[in-house]
């Protein structure tokens, strides 16, 4: 398991770690540098009244955090990850393990069951739905998301050992509210590693699927089922490879891209070399794109036009 260290240079209190590079990073401004161990060393003897100020150096310990508005953080949290260790102990458990397996393979069999019981359902008539539902339904996305975040960091701990989790809520493109987690050092680890920890949050709510389905096959209850749909469409959303998540991450694994979308603009505005299947997929995903707005701007006008007549 890698390690990440903690360093206090002049007062601020940094976390750094060695892989081919040094990757420094400081949670007070989110800034990471990639450097080398001479650049360690320097730091550790560093000390702002004796010796000669650097600027790159000053702007790293103490500039001002970047803000971004269409990505805007509303909240950063930190909590310690000793308790990690002992749900690493009773995830190897033979019996646990055999038991995620069995919900996993329980969320697939019975995924096709519930969705027809609940189109039946929509197609009788029957289905009640009220204002209360969307707030049960709003709260539980909350803690799906959250929990979806949760397993990413999960994961990412096996490989990189780190004594804080750092999570928190963004605003994302000004309305849509999002959880995220740091796993600042995952660009160290192998294509086999990067691919688990990002496949790790699905995972995790299949695993809440699966629960889901055994309550609604039991109560049939219209509330259950809600969120049980809410979760699955979380999933679908989140495996797409046209959206910059995790299906987005995957994709790029599995074609050896660091992001598709940047080399497809490379190509189209600079002329840069592009990979074949980085082509086809920013292809698709300017159509899809264009798609989503040409139906936006179509429905917008039928509204209108409809209101007029």
């Not at 009773?90 to 995620?100: A, C, P, R, S």
């Not at 055994?214 to 809600?226: A, E, K």
């Amino acid at each position: 398991m890698k390690e990440v260290y903690n360093l206090n240079v002049c007062n601020v209190n940094l976390e750094y770690h060695i892989d081919d590079y040094v990757y420094i990073y400081n949670p007070n401004n989110e800034r990471m540098i990639q450097a080398d161990q001479n650049t360690l060393e320097y730091l550790r003897s560093y000390n702002t009244e004796t010796s000669e100020k650097v600027e790159g150096l000053e702007r790293f310990l103490h500039g001002k955090k970047k803000y971004n508005l269409l990505n805007f953080k509303l909240l950063k949290l930190s909590v310690s990850t000793k308790g990690f260790e002992t749900l690493y102990k009773i995830e190897n458990i033979k019996i646990f393990k055999y038991l995620f397996v069995c919900l996993l393979l329980f969320f697939a069999i019975t995924f096709p069951v519930v969705v027809k019981k609940g189109y039946t359902l929509f197609n009788s008539g029957a289905m009640n739905f009220n204002v209360y539902h969307l707030i049960y339904i709003y709260v539980a996305q909350l803690f799906i998301v959250s929990f979806h975040e949760f397993s990413h960091y999960y994961t990412y701990r096996k490989y990189i050992k780190s004594d804080k989790m750092r999570f928190g809520i963004i605003i994302r493109y000004f309305f849509l509210l999002l959880f995220f987690t740091n796993v600042n050092y995952m660009r160290t680890l192998d294509k086999r590693k990067k691919i688990a920890i990002m496949l790790s949050g699905v995972m995790g709510q299949m695993i809440l699927g699966s629960l889901l389905a055994i309550m609604y096959l039991l109560s049939s209850s219209d509330v259950i089922l809600y969120i049980y749909i809410t979760n699955c469409i979380i999933i679908f959303t989140n495996m797409m490879p046209f959206l910059k998540l995790d299906g987005y991450w995957i994709i790029n694994q599995m074609i050896g891209s660091e992001d598709y979308m940047n080399s497809f603009k490379q190509f189209i505005f600079k002329r840069q070399k592009i990979k074949s299947s980085e082509l086809l997929l920013g292809l698709v995903n300017c159509i899809l794109i264009t798609t989503v707005i040409l139906s936006g701007v179509y429905w917008v006008f039928d509204v209108v036009r409809r209101g007029i007549i």
